[in-house]
């Protein structure tokens, strides 16, 4: 019995520290050149190298100038970035990103700064990889064109979890506060607080496949949707579903308080003038009237025939998702 417990004594530690140094071979060895040959859509994935450490509890593995360019030229690069496990559960996977990135599109360069900007993603390993949770955490996120305009949140979270056994229903919440935005004709620059409860549709599960390109979306059931910006606040529900060209359709319920001042905004911005803003602004007294509350309508905006509608005043086209 002694020499069976000295022997396990032995043994166990020998085949973790096989069991570790062997995965971190493996991913040094194959996960960079797998990741740079397989392309995500249309976008391909490059790096500087690769370095694993960690030992014996986590894999922690460093990629040194990670760029991510799709052929037109749309990007993103940053110094380095870390994806973390524990070695003993290595389906949770964690991505830390550095302080500094870069955003490059068409014609400027973006530069993203932050106190923290990471995420997270749970997989399902016996599942084909498939996706059971998701999170994004970013504190003092603020964005910066080489062209002048700035942007940024002070906090800001994002999280998805499965809702059904296949894989093509998720739970998605996101919520963000002190959202400032690049300075626009009678805007508002400040957003004090923005959420959204929801349930997403994928025509596919979220799994192995999806590294090709995200499945496209085909419904979305809004639980609640909240907007805090300025005077105004809308709350929002109802649901939507998404044809084949990914325009949704169906009807959402705005509940607006203060909605002169939300038509003084999209008259602002240009969104609203004319014949459209007057029918608009009759159609939300009416609705006023009919409430008796001062100040709050609820109205019915309707997605169909390529057009959002509030009530039965066209606004703009639906953009594609």
């Not at 506060?177 to 300075?183: G, K, M, R």
Request: glycine share 10%.
């Amino acid at each position: 019995m002694r020499r069976m417990k000295i022997a396990l004594l032995l043994v166990v530690p020998l085949c973790w520290i096989a069991y570790w140094v062997g995965t971190a071979q493996l991913a040094e060895r194959y996960v960079g050149p797998w990741l740079e040959a397989r392309p995500i859509g249309d976008a391909q994935l490059a790096h500087g190298g690769l370095s694993m450490a960690g030992f014996p509890h986590r894999f922690d593995v460093s990629v040194t100038r990670p760029q991510f360019f799709d052929i037109s030229g749309y990007g993103w690069s940053a110094p380095s970035m870390r994806l973390e496990a524990a070695s003993y559960w290595p389906q949770d996977i964690t991505l830390r990103l550095p302080g500094t990135q870069r955003l490059h599109l068409a014609e400027e360069t973006v530069t993203v700064t932050s106190a923290r900007l990471d995420g997270g993603a749970r997989l399902r390993p016996l599942r084909r990889l498939g996706l059971d949770a998701l999170r994004i955490d970013a504190e003092q996120l603020h964005l910066e064109s080489q062209h002048g305009w700035t942007a940024g949140i002070s906090t800001g979270e994002l999280r998805m979890r499965r809702a059904d056994g296949a894989g093509r229903l998720h739970d998605l919440t996101t919520q963000a506060s002190d959202i400032v935005l690049p300075a626009g004709r009678g805007v508002p620059a400040r957003i004090d607080h923005a959420a959204l409860d929801a349930q997403l549709a994928f025509a596919q599960p979220l799994d192995m496949d999806a590294a090709d390109g995200l499945p496209p979306v085909v419904g979305l059931e809004l639980h609640e949707g909240q907007l805090a910006w300025g005077q105004i606040e809308l709350r929002a529900a109802g649901t939507l579903d998404v044809d084949a060209e990914g325009r949704p359709e169906g009807q959402i319920t705005l509940r607006i308080t203060h909605w002169r001042d939300l038509l003084d905004m999209a008259e602002a911005a240009e969104l609203l003038s004319g014949n459209q803003l007057a029918l608009a602004e009759r159609a939300l007294q009416s609705l006023e009237d009919r409430s008796g509350s001062e100040n709050t309508v609820e109205a019915p905006l309707t997605l169909s025939d390529g057009m959002i509608r509030l009530g039965p005043v066209p606004l703009v086209p639906i953009p594609r998702l």
